[in-house]
C-alpha cells in the first residue's frame, strides 16, 4: 500500500510563506492522482488543490487560488504545496491524499484512498 507522510508545516506571520512536502512510499507514486486537503477543529475537512498524474492538471481552490501551488515531482516520489501570501484563516492541519483514477477535484474527501499524518500550519494574525 501507499504511504504518505507530510512535512514542512509551522508557524509564520501574516504573509509569508511555506513549502510544505509529502513523501510517497510502498507503490508507483506516478499512478496516484494527489490532492491537499485541510482540517480546522470542528469543520469538515476540505479540498485545496489536485493533480493529475504526470503534472498536466492542476487545480485549486477559489480561497487559495493565486497564492497556492500544487505540484509533484515524480522522480523524487514527492508532493508540494507552495503557499504564499498565508493569512491567519489558512490556519489549518494539511493532509496529503491519493486515489487512482477519477478527476483531481474531488472535494469528497471518502473519494480518496490514502491520507498522511497530517502537518499543522499556523498563521498568526
Known amino acids: 500500500q501507499l504511504q504518505l507522510v507530510e512535512s514542512g508545516g509551522g508557524y509564520v506571520e501574516t504573509g509569508g510563506s511555506l513549502t510544505l512536502s509529502c513523501a510517497a512510499s510502498g507503490d508507483t507514486f506516478s499512478d496516484y492522482i494527489m490532492g491537499w486537503f485541510r482540517q480546522v477543529p470542528g469543520k469538515e475537512r476540505e479540498s485545496v488543490a489536485g493533480?493529475?498524474?504526470?503534472?498536466?492538471?492542476?487545480s485549486h481552490a477559489d480561497s487559495v487560488r493565486d497564492r497556492f501551488h500544487i505540484s509533484r515531482d515524480n522522480s523524487k516520489n514527492t508532493l508540494y504545496l507552495q503557499m504564499n501570501s498565508l493569512k491567519p484563516e489558512d490556519t489549518a492541519v494539511y493532509y496529503c491524499?491519493?486515489?487512482?483514477?477519477?478527476?483531481?477535484?474531488?472535494?469528497?474527501?471518502?473519494?480518496?484512498?490514502?491520507w498522511g499524518q497530517g502537518t499543522q500550519v499556523t498563521v498568526s494574525s
Open positions: 493533480i493529475n498524474e504526470d503534472d498536466r492538471f492542476v
Open positions: 491524499t491519493a486515489k487512482r483514477g477519477g478527476t483531481i477535484w474531488d472535494s469528497d474527501p471518502g473519494s480518496w484512498t490514502y
